[in-house]
């Protein structure tokens, strides 16, 4: 009987012990949008448990996690964005994409996600809900003249911030789908592909570091859900 006894102790230790490891794993991590802005309240959600942690005002969370875990994270006005986790992992980034909505930045900013509005309020968006790209033959003809102050110069070069001199570069970066790319990019890309295109006209494009410094024109290519 004291046998028996002593193993069913160890049993019910054993359990308790797996059971207290299944969610020992503390992931941290940041939620930004446009690659740097941190977003405040955005909604972290643990799959397993369904356990949900709103970003901080720097956009960082932690999260107790299990070993096969997922996250899912939510903003409205921002695409969700499902998180796989590595048996490594401890630390993820995670870069959420402004919807081409009309309210999208509207809704970014009323429900405090972006702590300075500024940022968002210096982008200028054009979607397809906007105009029908369709009608354009290149990506040189829908950007000239859809945005004010933005031109094409003879080489091909996004000018949003004018010229700076002779012997400078004025064009602005170019960023498709998040990948940062060359004006080469455009003539390749066809608008019949694209979903929207977003300017950064002013300091905020200093998000993006130097190579943002004469604006930035950010691409975002139709995915197979889009319309």
């Known amino acids: 009987?004291?046998?028996?006894?002593?193993?069913?102790?160890?049993?019910?230790?054993?359990?308790?012990?797996?059971?207290a490891g299944a969610q020992d794993r503390l992931i941290q991590g940041l939620v930004t949008t446009f690659d740097s802005i941190p977003l405040i309240g955005a909604e972290v959600i643990v799959k397993s448990t369904k356990q949900v942690v709103p970003t901080d005002t720097l956009g960082r969370f932690s999260v107790l996690v299990d070993s096969k875990d997922r996250l899912k994270v939510t903003a409205k006005g921002f695409y969700t964005q499902n998180v796989k986790l590595e048996d490594k992992t401890k630390l993820v980034m995670i870069n959420l994409k402004l919807k081409p909505t009309e309210n999208a930045r509207e809704y970014a900013i009323g429900y405090g996600y972006v702590k300075d509005a500024e940022k968002l309020n210096a982008l200028a968006q054009l979607t397809r809900n906007d105009v029908d790209f369709s009608q354009y033959t290149n990506m040189y003809d829908l950007i000239r003249g859809r945005f004010a102050g933005v031109k094409v110069d003879a080489n091909g070069d996004i000018i949003i911030r004018g010229?700076?001199?002779?012997?400078?570069?004025?064009?602005?970066?170019?960023?498709?789908?998040?990948?940062?790319?060359d004006k080469a990019i455009l003539e390749a890309l066809s608008p019949t592909n694209v979903q929207s295109i977003n300017i950064i006209k002013d300091g905020s494009s200093a998000i993006y570091g130097s190579r943002g410094a004469n604006g930035v024109v950010i691409i975002e290519t139709r995915k197979g859900g889009d319309e």
């Open 1 to 19: 009987m004291t046998k028996l006894r002593s193993a069913f102790i160890a049993i019910l230790i054993i359990g308790s012990a797996l059971s």
């Open 163 to 181: 010229q700076n001199s002779i012997n400078l570069s004025s064009a602005a970066l170019i960023v498709v789908d998040g990948v940062p790319t």
